[in-house]
C-alpha cells in the first residue's frame, strides 16, 4: 500500500506542475483530493487496517493529503496571478500615443463681432435686449413716423407676412430694421434708458456682393433728462475707438430718418487707403457704418415719454460691414454660404 501511495502522490505533483487552466486544477483536485479519490477511499479505510498499520500508512496518507493541498492552493495562487497579469497586459493603456483629435466648433464671425459689439456698449452701461423678427407694421414704421404714405418706406423693401386684417391692410412683417426695438423699450421702461439691440433685419432685394435680403444690425438707445447730440457723439467716438482702433477718424454729417431729428450718419476713415480714396470707399475716403439722431419728440409723446423733461439719442449700424472691412471680405454672400473653409478662418 504505501508504494501505490507514493507513486499516486508523484503523479499527482507531476500533474499538477503542467496545469495551467483553472479547470484543469478543479478536475485535478476531483481525482486526487475528492471524496471518490483513492486518497480519500484508502483514509476512510483505515479503521478496517490493523493498528500498527494503521498508524504508518495513515500518518503517510495524511502527510499526502496535506501536501496534495498545499500545492492546490499554491497552483491555484500562480494561476490567478498569471490571470492578472494578462488581463493588466490586455487592458493597458499606452498615454503616449496620440490622443484622436476632437473636431471644435467655433462662433460664426457675424456672432463673434455682435458680442464685441455689445461687450463694448455693455462696458458704457448699456443693457442688451432682444425682440421679435416678426413685427408689426406699428412698430417697424407707424411709430416710427413713417405712416402709410411716407415715402421712406420705399428705402426699406419690406418683406410683408400673408396676413390682412379686414380693412385690407397688410400689418406683419419681417423688420427691416431693429428700430422698432426703440418703441417697445421705451414702452416697458422708464427713463434713464441705455440699452443695445442686436438682430437679424430681412429687405426685399435682390441679393449681390453687399446686400443680402437677410442682416443683422444693432440699435442703440439712450432716453434720460439732458441728453444731447454731444453724449450721442462722444458715445459712438468711443465705439468706434474700441472697435477700430485710435487712428481711425470718425466723421458726423446730416442725415435724414423719420424718427430722429436731427438725424446724422457716422463714417469712419477707410481702413484700406486711410482716407486717400479707393475702390473699397468709393474714392471718398470714408466709410459710412452707422444711421443715428436725438429720439423725434413725436416718437417719445407716442410711448408717454415728455419730451420737454426727457431726450434721447437713437443710433443703428449695418454688422456686416465690419467684418467685412477689417478682413477685406469682399462678398457679405459668404457669411451666408455655409462654406467651412471660409467660416474656418475666424
Ligand atoms: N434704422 C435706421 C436704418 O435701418 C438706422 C437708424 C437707427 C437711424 C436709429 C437713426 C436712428 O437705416
Redesign the pocket.
Known sequence: MPRELEELASQAFEELDKISDPKELETWQIRYLGKKSPLMQLLHSLATLPLEERRITGGRANEIKKALETGLGKRREALKEAQIAVSLQRESLDISLPGQPIPLGRLHPITQILKEICDIFVGMGFQVVEGPEVEWDYYNFEALNIPKDHPARDMMATLWIDFELETGDREMLLRT?T?PMQIRVMEKLRPPIRVIVPGRVYRHEATDATHESMFH?V?GLAVDRNITLADLKGTLFEFARCLFGSERQARFRCDY?P??EP?VEMAIDCIVCKGAGCRLCGGSGWIEIL???MVHPDVLRRVNIDPEVYTGF???MGVERIPMLRYGIDDIRLFYSNDLRFLKQF
Open positions: 430694421h428700430s444690425q440699435e430718418f424718427f430722429v438725424g444711421g443715428a439722431g437713437a443710433f443703428g
